[in-house]
């Protein structure tokens, strides 16, 4: 029962961590920074001097885009450890797969509810 609360509360968290720290747009910004990486090497006309400042920038943004989802990934996995602290089995119920629906339908139900909330206001 307790792992149960658990996963309640961590989903929760997650989903408004996520939601917080804009981390699907960190993502969305990596993507678009490595479209840019393969459409800087398929044009010939560019002068190889720029092509050089041009990756050194990118590879700039792409490592501080990459860093901030780290960090992010980091703080969700020392939360789980945090919970796995307070419940021994914890991390071998999230590994399951009846956890895994249960995780689903928990994000669904709160999206929905905070949808309804927000749409209120």
Do not use: G, W
Request: a positive charge; charged letters at 20%; glycine letters at 0%.
């Amino acid at each position: 029962m307790i792992n149960h609360l658990l996963l309640i509360c961590l989903t929760i968290f997650i989903y408004e961590f996520i939601k917080f720290v804009n981390l699907l747009r960190n993502i969305q910004s990596n993507f678009k920074i490595y479209k840019k990486f393969l459409i800087l090497f398929k044009y010939k006309k560019v002068s190889d001097f720029r092509k050089e400042k041009l990756t050194l920038n990118y590879s700039k943004s792409l490592l501080i885009s990459f860093i901030k989802i780290i960090i992010n990934i980091f703080v969700i996995l020392i939360l789980i450890l945090i919970l796995n602290k307070i419940s021994l089995s914890f991390i071998n119920f999230i590994l399951s797969p009846s956890s895994l629906v249960e995780v689903t339908i928990i994000f669904l139900i709160y999206h929905k509810f905070r949808k309804k909330i927000y749409a209120k206001l």
